[in-house]
């Protein structure tokens, strides 16, 4: 079946350094991939989306990157900030319209 | 303008009583998507309308599950006869275009916490 994995445990960085999330899909090619940032109680909110076609993309201190032969796509926040503290998620589209398959998402927390 | 919207923000409930949870999508947003999401966990898609097609149920894990889409518009899902395992938060979300190439944003509301005691 498909599958998009995000590493489970927490990532812990310190304010100002580049937080790097992971994402892994297996048993799929999809045509792109999208991040989305959840913070607690709160519904997730797009972030970037990055075509097959694009080794990567760029918005502001993030980047995304798209190794379809890796099957992978790496989330890059540069200059992070305590505020970027919260749940990034990945997701995938299935089928013939938007139906996302997400990641369980991987938490970030920026120490100052 | 305004976004999803999602009610009741909280439903606390018998095991075994019928639930509704309500979903309005953006104006104009033809799409409108039904989630899951458990403590820890990633979201499970659940039922997605598009216009006047029959709706994609595919992702409704039993059949105390079901939805309703009014008018292209307001959904509401219901879960009958709840059991604690229903316990999760249930999120809503609306995209305008229908062309998975165009890999369009969804927008998601607050999302409903659901406990079944």
């Known amino acids: 079946s498909q599958k998009i994995e995000q590493n489970s445990e927490a990532l812990n960085i310190q304010e100002g350094k580049t937080a790097t999330l992971t994402c892994n899909y297996t048993?799929?090619?999809?045509?792109?991939l999208q991040w989305y940032r959840q913070d607690p109680g709160r519904g997730p909110v797009f972030l970037l989306l990055?075509?097959?076609?694009?080794k990567e993309k760029r918005k502001e201190r993030l980047k995304v990157t798209f190794d379809t032969t890796l099957k992978q796509s790496l989330f890059h926040i540069t200059a992070s900030q305590p505020a970027d503290s919260a749940t990034y998620l990945c997701a995938y589209i299935s089928g013939g319209y938007n139906k996302l398959i997400f990641g369980a998402g991987t938490r970030l927390a920026v120490h100052p | 303008g305004a976004g999803v919207s999602q009610s009741p923000s909280n439903k606390v409930t018998e095991k075994g009583k019928d639930v509704e949870l309500r979903c309005d999508p953006i104006s104009g947003h033809t799409a409108l998507y039904w989630y899951r999401q458990s403590l820890g966990q990633g979201l499970e898609f659940l039922i997605y309308?598009?216009?006047?097609?029959?709706?994609?149920k595919s992702g409704l894990p039993s059949d105390r599950f079901s939805a309703e889409r009014t008018g292209g518009s307001v959904s509401t899902l219901t879960i009958q006869r709840t059991q604690q395992e229903d316990s999760a938060v249930y999120l809503c979300?609306?995209?305008?275009?229908?062309?998975?190439?165009?890999?369009?944003?969804?927008?998601f509301g607050p999302g409903t916490r659901l406990t079944v005691l």
């Open positions: 048993n799929y090619s999809p045509a792109y």
């Open positions: 990055i075509r097959e076609n694009e």
């Open positions: 309308f598009q216009g006047n097609s029959a709706p994609d």
């Open positions: 979300a609306s995209t305008t275009g229908t062309s998975s190439l165009a890999g369009n944003e969804q927008f």
